[in-house]
């Protein structure tokens, strides 16, 4: 079967991607090959020298306002209209409770969900968990639970927390958004051609998504045979 593509670059600890995905899916609920589509997501740190969890006694507001240089009230209020725009998508943030940490052990274990064809459902975990539950997803324990909660094999989430197994494969996301000049996620790629930057309406996924198809179907429409050399021969 014909299958469309999305890579989704994306990391745990960024409250537009949870946003994304919901509009990701809302859009892939109208489209009408909906079966035919193949979401991977793909491993994006925003801060790879962030500590497995960070100091407490930093609140996240201040965190946030050194950051971007604004007041503590500035900081409050940009978290009070994110928390707006999640909700008018269905998602619940609680940044009075969020414990910001590493995430490179999260998208290691999401190559082992992709592999074995569980990588959405683990996302969602590790989203909800760090973006409404309060948990600290930079912790190997916290994360062994979340995975298997997912439904992942504990054994294998064991061993691989304990080594370096797929590492290589979250720096090789990595290195690919840098060839892409990614440079803000989520950033969505579809059928390897068409980019969107953004946590976009799911109107205008939607549409990139059926642009996509539409060229997929006219590509193969296209395609005629001719003349051709095989293991019997050429005719």
């Given at each position: 079967m014909k299958k469309l593509r999305i890579d989704v670059w994306s990391d745990i600890a960024c409250p537009w991607c949870y946003v994304g995905k919901r509009r990701l899916e809302a859009a892939l609920a109208q489209f009408p090959h909906r079966d035919s589509v193949e979401v991977v997501w793909r491993a994006f740190e925003l801060d790879p020298a962030a500590p497995r969890v960070r100091d407490q006694a930093v609140?996240?507001?201040?965190?946030?306002?050194?950051?971007?240089?604004?007041?503590?009230?500035?900081?409050?209020?940009?978290?009070?209209?994110?928390?707006?725009?999640?909700?008018?998508?269905?998602?619940?943030?609680?940044?009075?409770?969020?414990?910001?940490?590493?995430?490179?052990?999260?998208?290691?274990?999401?190559?082992?969900?992709?592999?074995?064809?569980?990588?959405?459902?683990?996302?969602?975990?590790?989203?909800?968990?760090?973006?409404?539950?309060?948990?600290?997803?930079?912790?190997?324990?916290?994360?062994?639970?979340?995975?298997?909660?997912?439904?992942l094999p504990e054994p294998e989430v064991r061993a691989l927390l304990a080594g370096d197994r797929y590492s290589s494969e979250v720096r090789a996301d990595e290195q690919e958004a840098r060839s892409l000049h990614i440079s803000g996620v989520p950033f969505f790629v579809i059928a390897g051609c068409y980019g969107l930057s953004g946590a976009q309406p799911s109107e205008t996924i939607l549409g990139a998504i059926s642009q996509a198809w539409e060229t997929m179907e006219a590509a193969t429409a296209s395609f005629t045979e001719g003349a051709a050399c095989g293991p019997d021969g050429c005719g």
């Open positions: 609140s996240y507001i201040e965190r946030l306002s050194r950051k971007y240089g604004t007041t503590a009230a500035q900081a409050e209020a940009m978290l009070q209209r994110m928390t707006e725009v999640a909700a008018a998508d269905g998602l619940q943030f609680r940044f009075d409770r969020i414990r910001p940490g590493n995430t490179f052990d999260a998208h290691r274990i999401l190559h082992l969900a992709h592999e074995l064809h569980m990588q959405d459902a683990v996302k969602e975990r590790f989203l909800r968990a760090y973006m409404t539950e309060g948990e600290a997803i930079g912790e190997p324990e916290v994360l062994l639970r979340l995975a298997t909660e997912a439904g």
